[in-house]
């Protein structure tokens, strides 16, 4: 389970503050899948970048089942990171000169995984994203969809419990959109817990939640 209480983020540029989060306070269960979604420059990627430790937060407390992640130091929050969490991006962020199979098998090589088993590893991988038959084919020489494919394949090698993807299917055409999301839900179903930021509501749609970010806060529905 990931607890934020009061999370709050201040980013100082040449002596300009911007407080891109204003005290964020949520829950999310493990097992979740949550679409994450609000106007540009509400504070999306900075909340998603805060939960994968890709960025650290100004106030508040952010814990993780037992571990109280804001009060963990660089090297303990690298190794954090490395067990937890997988990130998917917009641009896909593959490798441009690894084979799809290369960049599938990249996260198991910090891992000190033998050969033969991560093998094994990046074959499930590719065949549960529905690519096996593109193994040998160079990021550049593949489709959008499969690009990303391909990065689900890499953040499912990892073997971590979260997935938090920022606007996964903010580069695709709506039907292969679509495809992205159903290899999110397969990913769901294994027991993952899915973050997805997006501006899609077909996207938001076929998650169990919806968060809505407006000023670095969670805009409450008073209905
Ligand atoms: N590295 C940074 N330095 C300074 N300001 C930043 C930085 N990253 C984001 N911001 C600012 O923080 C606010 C929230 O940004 P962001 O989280 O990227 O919003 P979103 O993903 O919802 O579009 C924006 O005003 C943005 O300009
Ligand atoms: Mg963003």
């Given at each position: 389970m990931i607890r934020l209480n009061n999370v709050t983020k201040i980013y100082e540029t040449q002596g300009i503050k911007t407080n891109a989060l204003n005290g964020i306070s949520l829950e999310i269960k493990d097992g979740e899948m949550i679409a994450v979604m609000g106007p540009s420059g509400s504070g999306?990627?900075?909340?998603?970048?805060?939960?994968?430790?890709?960025?650290?937060?100004?106030?508040?407390?952010?814990?993780?089942?037992?571990?109280?992640?804001?009060?963990?130091?660089?090297?303990?929050?690298?190794?954090?990171?490395k067990e937890h969490i997988s990130f998917v991006f917009q641009n896909f962020a593959l490798m441009k000169d690894?084979?799809?199979?290369e960049n599938v098998e990249l996260p198991l090589?910090?891992?000190?995984?033998?050969?033969?088993?991560?093998?094994?590893?990046?074959?499930?991988?590719?065949?549960?994203?529905?690519?096996?038959?593109?193994?040998?084919?160079?990021?550049?020489?593949?489709?959008?969809?499969?690009?990303?494919?391909?990065?689900i394949a890499r953040a499912l090698a990892a073997g971590n419990d979260m997935i938090l993807a920022d606007e996964p299917t903010?580069?695709?055409?709506?039907?292969?959109?679509?495809?992205?999301?159903?290899?999110?839900?397969?990913?769901?179903?294994?027991?993952?817990?899915?973050i997805i930021i997006t501006h899609d509501q077909k996207v938001a749609k076929k998650c169990n939640r919806v968060i809505e970010i407006e000023d670095g806060k969670i805009k409450v529905h008073n209905d």
């Open positions: 999306k990627t900075t909340l998603l970048n805060i939960i994968g430790c890709m960025d650290s937060l100004t106030g508040g407390k952010y814990e993780y089942n037992e571990c109280e992640v804001s009060a963990l130091k660089r090297g303990q929050l690298n190794a954090f990171r690894y084979t799809v199979y090589l910090a891992r000190n995984i033998s050969k033969k088993e991560r093998k094994k590893i990046v074959n499930e991988k590719l065949e549960l994203m529905g690519i096996s038959e593109l193994t040998k084919k160079y990021a550049t020489q593949i489709s959008g969809g499969q690009q990303q494919r391909c990065a903010g580069a695709l055409d709506s039907k292969t959109g679509d495809e992205i999301m159903e290899a999110f839900i397969r990913v769901n179903k294994m027991g993952k817990t899915v």
